[in-house]
T-cell receptor
Framework: AQSVTQLDSQVPVFEEAPVELRCNYSSSVSVYLFWYVQYPNQGLQLLLKYLSGSTLVKGINGFEAEFNKSQTSFHLRKPSVHISDTAEYFCAVSDHYGGSQGNLIFGKGTKLSVKP | DTGVSQDPRHKITKRGQNVTFRCDPISEHNRLYWYRQTLGQGPEFLTYFQNEAQLEKSRLLSDRFSAERPKGSFSTLEIQRTEQGDSAMYLC??????????????FGPGTRLTVL
């Protein structure tokens, strides 16, 4: 069975500081990895995804993540955060059959709070 | 592309009543997923359809829950005899099954259910 662990439930940072949101996964098969962001009272928006190829993935809003197979991690980073990045971030994993993803398994989320 | 829509956005009901939610996926998407999200948790997979066929159901989906996608377009999720534990955000997502690059799930804004 797959699982996702987001090591920090809350991350407070000051504006323009760098941030890293940690995500570890466990799976016995090859996986696809995703980061989604959820703003208050809104649905989930895809930030970025790793399917194959380069382990460094760039997404929207200046975020990037690095897939590390040996450490089973997929940490999300941004070099300089803005107030508008305040939201909850979810890491998710899915296995894939023949190149097509199945249902997503989510972590519990990390609340990023950016302070002025 | 109008995105995934869900109706209603909020539903308050009394314990024991039946409720039904609707999800309209992105028009060309053939896969449709339902997830449930409770406070402080990430979304949990409930079920998914490919076209009109319901291909997978989670053990979370008790007998009181039923989902349909009769014409392979919109879907409904019905909860019978609601219980207070059913209070949650119900999220719908859709994707286009094809190559790995297209199998990204796009989420709707969710329906927040409160059972009194």
């Amino acid at each position: 069975a797959q699982s996702v662990t987001q090591l920090d439930s809350q991350v407070p940072v000051f504006e323009e500081a760098p941030v890293e949101l940690r995500c570890n996964y466990s799976s016995s098969v090859s996986v696809y990895l995703f980061w989604y962001v959820q703003y208050p009272n809104q649905g989930l928006q895809l930030l970025l995804k790793y399917l194959s190829g380069s382990t460094l993935v760039k997404g929207i809003n200046g975020f990037e993540a690095e897939f590390n197979k040996s450490q089973t991690s997929f940490h999300l980073r941004k070099p300089s955060v803005h107030i508008s990045d305040t939201a909850e971030y979810f890491c998710a994993v899915s296995d894939h059959y023949g190149g097509s993803q199945g249902n997503l398994i989510f972590g519990k989320g990390t609340k990023l709070s950016v302070k002025p | 592309d109008t995105g995934v829509s869900q109706d209603p956005r909020h539903k308050i009901t009394k314990r024991g009543q039946n409720v039904t939610f609707r999800c309209d996926p992105i028009s060309e998407h053939n896969r449709l997923y339902w997830y449930r999200q409770t406070l402080g948790q990430g979304p949990e997979f409930l079920t998914y359809f490919q076209n009109e066929a319901q291909l997978e159901k989670s053990r979370l989906l008790s007998d009181r829950f039923s989902a349909e996608r009769p014409k392979g377009s919109f879907s409904t999720l019905e909860i019978q005899r609601t219980e207070q534990g059913d209070s949650a955000m119900y999220l719908c997502a859709s994707s286009l099954r094809g190559g790995a690059a297209t199998d990204t799930q796009y989420f709707g804004p969710g329906t927040r259910l409160t059972v009194l």
